[in-house]
Nanobody, 126 residues
Framework: QVQFVESGGGLVQPGGSLRLSCTASGFTLDYHAIGWFRQAPGKEREGVSCVSAGDDSTVYADSVKGRFTISRDNAENTVYLQMNSLKPEDTAVYYC???????????????????WGQGTQVTVSS
């Protein structure tokens, strides 16, 4: 079972930025479509963004378009989520996972129904 490790969260003021990192030991991320998800208190988990395998095309939820950027560093076996112009409603625990691809384009749907990793907490507050 692949164990994802998310990091980079923290407390930031509205309008601030954070960069989250996602890695997995013994698992090559660049062969797979990878997505970021988040779960806010009292809410269902939702897909935020994903990056496809191969051409690295990206998909974003409407709520984060223009503010978040997903990218890969294959040499570091890491997928990043750059989050700018953060809002209080971005407060959540953020997770990464392998996602399903449709016609080689990633989707915001998990590939495996396995336990989530620990995630990384992002809190946006003044």
């Amino acid at each position: 079972q692949v164990q994802f490790v998310e990091s980079g969260g923290g407390l930031v003021q509205p309008g601030g930025s954070l960069r989250l990192s996602c890695t997995a030991s013994g698992f090559t991320l660049d062969y797979h479509a990878i997505g970021w998800f988040r779960q806010a208190p009292g809410k269902e988990r939702e897909g935020v963004s994903c990056v496809s395998a191969g051409d690295d095309s990206t998909v974003y939820a409407d709520s984060v378009k223009g503010r978040f950027t997903i990218s890969r560093d294959n040499a570091e076996n890491t997928v990043y989520l750059q989050m700018n112009s953060l809002k209080p409603e971005d407060t959540a625990v953020y997770y990464c996972e392998v996602v399903i691809s449709v016609q080689a384009v990633c989707t915001l749907t998990r590939w495996h129904d396995t336990p989530w990793g620990q995630g990384t907490q992002v809190t946006v507050s003044s």
